[in-house]
């Protein structure tokens, strides 16, 4: 089975359609599918619900959907950075679901692993828990939050052999893992490509089984969402 596909565009053919339930992996602007997010941007693919653990910066990242309206609900757990994502929200114009970082985190996990639900303490006796099921152990109280199962997964990673087994690059390794276990299609953009077997069995972060198609993207851009100077002192 041949996972590897010539370009971005490729990759999403046949799959993205309009008003689907897609994960894209990151955290902030480290370690998203730049070349993804553009080829879904292209695509027109519209009334999307997105999961992100949030919504990119404007004019980059998820915010280029956010431009073309193609983003009909976020499911995020921050989305400070972002403000026509701010205008759209309060203007009644995109839908938002809250999520704890950590619970959003075990959502994907758990849907990845076949779980369809689990209870954690998180949210109780807040917002977050309204409309839940509670149930007590051990004389706390929880909440019981479902999984969630993308019907795609954009994801970034670092290399990939042929078979879709992947090695991430330090931060970019954060969201990106789980999002390729829930997806039920999963799509890789990584920056090198190698041929089965070149990897250490022990090296690898996460298996191909998970993996359905692999674009290469040599050279992103990875911008800095903020950069801080240190001034050095005397100077």
Known sequence: MNKVYPSAKAALDGVVKDGQLLAVGGFGLCGIPEALIDALRDSGAKDLTVISNNAGVDGFGLGKLLDT?????MISSYVGENKEFERQFLAGELELEFTPQGTL???LRAGGAGIPAFYTKTGVGTMVAEGKEPREFDGAVYVMERSLLPEVSLVKAW????????LFRRTARNFNPAVAMAGKITIVEVEEIVETGRFDPDAVHLPGIYVHRIVLNATPEKRIEKR???EKAGV
Do not use: P, Y
Request: charged share 40%.
């Open 228 to 230: 801080t100077i240190t």
């Open 159 to 166: 290399k990939a052999d042929k078979s879709g087994n992947l």
């Open 69 to 73: 309206r193609q983003i009909k609900k």
């Open 105 to 107: 985190a075990e959502k």
